[in-house]
């Protein structure tokens, strides 16, 4: 896959947020990653790191716990990938090499580009809030 371990459950916790939460309704680690059959402590790190890039929002205290804001709902999964994997994930070569170009080129990277611009495009495209009412609707399990 193209994506880390990180960025796979951090996209699966951002959308099982959008979901299942609102600023009423927050949740916390455990029950986040019960439900999405995740390590607890690999978890809560990919949260802290979402939420100090304002991607989820986090609350203190004995009502606190883990949400989307309105804002946060407006975010693009392209925001998701590049606050955990980096923005080269879309443009690094696919097979690790160090100097890879169009004028330079290894031997996957024109397929290998154009996929990563399709799915970049689809990333950039789609908020988390679309996603999240296409889950329901379609019972989507994440």
Same mark, same amino acid.
């Given at each position: 896959m193209m994506f880390s371990k990180t960025c796979q459950y951090g996209i699966r916790a951002v959308l099982y947020l959008a979901v299942h939460t609102n600023f009423e309704h927050k949740l916390g680690v455990k029950?986040?990653?019960?439900?999405?059959?995740?390590?607890q402590p690999f978890l809560a790190k990919i949260l802290q790191k979402?939420? %100090?890039?304002?991607?989820?929002?986090?609350? %203190?205290?004995? %009502?606190?716990?883990?949400?989307?804001s309105n804002k946060n709902r407006i975010i693009t999964i392209e925001k998701v990938v590049e606050c955990l994997d980096g923005a080269d994930v879309f443009t690094s070569c696919v097979l690790g090499l160090p100097i890879c170009s169009e004028e330079n080129p290894c031997p996957l990277h024109i397929h290998a580009f154009s996929f990563r611009a399709g799915l970049k495009y689809q990333l950039k495209h789609q908020n988390v809030d679309e996603l999240a009412r296409r889950i329901k609707r379609e019972k989507i399990d994440i």
């Open positions: 029950e986040i990653a019960a439900s999405l059959e995740v390590p979402l939420s %100090k890039n304002d991607l989820i929002t986090s609350v %203190k205290g004995p %009502k606190g716990g883990f949400y989307l």
